[in-house]
């Protein structure tokens, strides 16, 4: 089973920053997407940025060249590093992470942290 523990959330004016992290326990195949998505009150959880094991990455439109997601050495922590803030980033964010076991595709999710950023 995996865990994943997301922190770094918090209060912010717009136009700064802030960094997310989230660490992953547990068994995990080495093929894996390490994601952050986002749901801001009364709105569907949306894909933020995306990070594949081989090192490729994808953000949405809204967040390039803001926000960057990256990994540690252990591939087993994903940060977003969150800059430029606005109001319309508040959000709960949630660290995703997808891969493959002998039952097939699996999908597991962080508590989420709550990014609130202030005009």
């Known amino acids: 089973q995996v865990q994943l523990v997301e922190s770094g959330g918090g209060l912010v004016q717009a136009g700064g920053s802030l960094r997310l992290s989230c660490v992953a326990s547990g068994s995990i195949s080495e093929g894996n997407i390490m994601s952050w998505y986002r749901q801001a009150p009364g709105k569907e959880r949306d894909l933020v940025a995306a990070?594949?094991?081989?090192?490729?990455?994808n953000y949405a439109d809204s967040v390039k060249g803001r926000f960057t997601i990256a990994r540690d050495s252990t591939r087993r922590t994903v940060y977003l590093q969150m800059n430029s803030l606005k109001p319309e980033d508040t959000a709960v964010y949630y660290c995703?992470?997808?891969?493959?076991?002998?039952?097939?595709?699996?999908?597991?999710w962080g508590q989420g942290t709550q990014v609130t950023v202030s005009s």
């Open positions: 995703n992470l997808v891969d493959a076991t002998t039952r097939g595709r699996r999908e597991s």
């Open positions: 990070s594949v094991s081989g090192g490729t990455t």
